[in-house]
Every structure is written in structure tokens, then in C-alpha cells.
């Protein structure tokens, strides 16, 4: 879908006006690509939803995310295909059969899948958690690293 | 929802975001569980105050190097208060974190547990 603007021959001559273009491009390619590009649209509508934070370098791709109270065990994380998806179960809070008076914590399975800036080297990814944030560190594969290009004569 | 509390001591105001809790209770008291992120044992402060309990947490950052591409954490530290059951025995109140979740133990006094009382 894209916005289209009004194209009146005179309103074009008016320099202020690049300033709309500039938003209409932005609101274009809002359009063109699926909402929220790197994100899963599930993401948006499923109950538990972590927090994501996405870095890149020169060397690595790395995934932050926020993840209390979890044990490594019930974590699981894959890469397919230029995407990393993130998955785990919470199982419920209360053990020993507890009245739960209130419950503002999530409870039950989450999945975030992200799709990668750039190609990742596959067997050298690395994952911690610690504090409850985990972190997935993906090295670029080496054609995706940035590299000078030196000009000749 | 989270709420964002300004704290001022008149030096300095201090973002605070409060945390998500889940409060459990069974015969022998509550169970408090406080999901803090990025928040360990050297960052964590519990206190109490009359009938108020107060958590607050500070995120121990680790900076990563590159370019930020997408953005949903939030880097503020999280503070907040618990009003306290008056049955609850201030004394015995337990807390401990792992991987960013503090779980705090509050036993309520002896006296307002649930007994049996045998019949004669």
C-alpha cells in the first residue's frame, strides 16, 4: 500500500514542501515492509513478549534479551535461515499448590524470532545468561564483515 | 503497567521503573516474587518501614559495543513499595535473588496461622 501524494503542478516549486515528501516516503516504507520488520507479528499478540535489544559491530550481531527467573534448561535458541528464534517455557510460580493473591508475572511459553542484519557464522555462536538477561552473541560470517576497498592509481 | 517514580532527595532525582511482582500466599505466609533484570545481590536494597516494604534495584549494565538496532529494554533501576500484612512478623522476612528474580519470603506470626482445634 502506498500513500500517494497529491501532485499539483505549482505546489511543487515551493521548497517547503520537501519537508512532507521526506514524511511520505517514511510513512511509505512503513507500508512496504511487514510491520515491524525483524520481529515475528506473533510477537505483538502473544501474552509474554520480552524485552529485545539488538546490537551490531563490525564482528558480531548480538541479542539482548531480558529474561528473570528463568533456568538455562528451559531456554532454547536456534538459527535458521538468516533468522534467530528464541523460545522457553516459565512453568507457574506457585509449587507447593499456593493461593496466588496476584499475579502480574507471565507464566507459560514466549518466542522471538529476529531476523538478522547481516549473515551470521553459524557455528560460532555464543550465548550467556546471567542476572537474568540472556545474551546471544553472533559472529558475522567473514564475506559479511565490512572490508576497505582501496582505490587504484 | 509500569509506573515511573520520580525519587528526590533534594541532591539529585533518580528515575525509578517499578518492577513486575507476583505476590503467592499459603498457610505460613507470602511469597513475593520481583522480576529485576540485569539486577544482582550487590544492586538489590530491601527495607521496611512501619507496614511498608521497599525493593529497590540497581541494574548492573554491561555496555555492549556497536550500534544499537532495536530498542525495548528500559535502563532505569527499579524501586518499589509493598504495603505489608500486619500479620506478617517482620523479623523472619527472608529474601534471594537468581538470575534477576528476587524471591522474598514474609512468615506470618505464629499466632494468626490456620490451627485445628481438637475437639475433646
Known sequence: ?153 | MNTTVRETDGRQTEPFVAPTASVLEDGDGYLLQVEMPGVNKEGLEISTEGNELTITGRRSLSTIDGTLLHHESRRDNFRRTFEIDPSIDVNKINAKIEQGLLTVTLPKAEHVKPRKIAVS
Open chain 1, 1 to 153: 500500500m502506498n500513500l500517494i501524494r497529491y501532485q499539483a503542478p505549482e505546489l511543487s516549486s515551493w521548497p517547503t514542501l520537501n519537508r512532507w515528501s521526506n514524511l511520505r516516503d517514511e510513512l511509505n516504507s512503513l507500508f512496504d515492509v511487514p510491520f515491524l520488520s525483524n520481529l515475528n507479528r506473533q510477537d505483538l499478540f502473544s501474552g509474554w513478549s520480552p524485552a529485545l535489544d539488538l546490537y551490531q559491530n563490525s564482528d558480531n550481531v548480538v541479542a539482548v534479551l531480558e529474561l528473570p527467573g528463568m533456568r538455562k534448561e528451559d531456554l532454547e535458541i536456534s538459527l535458521h535461515d538468516g533468522t534467530l528464534t528464541i523460545s522457553g517455557e516459565r512453568k507457574s510460580s506457585s509449587s507447593n499448590g499456593e493461593k496466588a493473591e496476584r499475579t502480574e508475572r507471565y507464566v507459560g511459553t514466549f518466542r522471538r524470532t529476529i531476523t538478522l542484519p547481516a549473515r551470521v557464522d553459524a557455528n560460532k555462536v555464543s550465548a550467556t545468561y546471567r542476572d537474568g538477561i540472556l545474551t546471544v552473541t553472533l559472529p558475522k560470517a567473514e564475506e559479511a564483515k565490512p572490508k576497505r576497498i582501496d582505490v587504484a592509481g
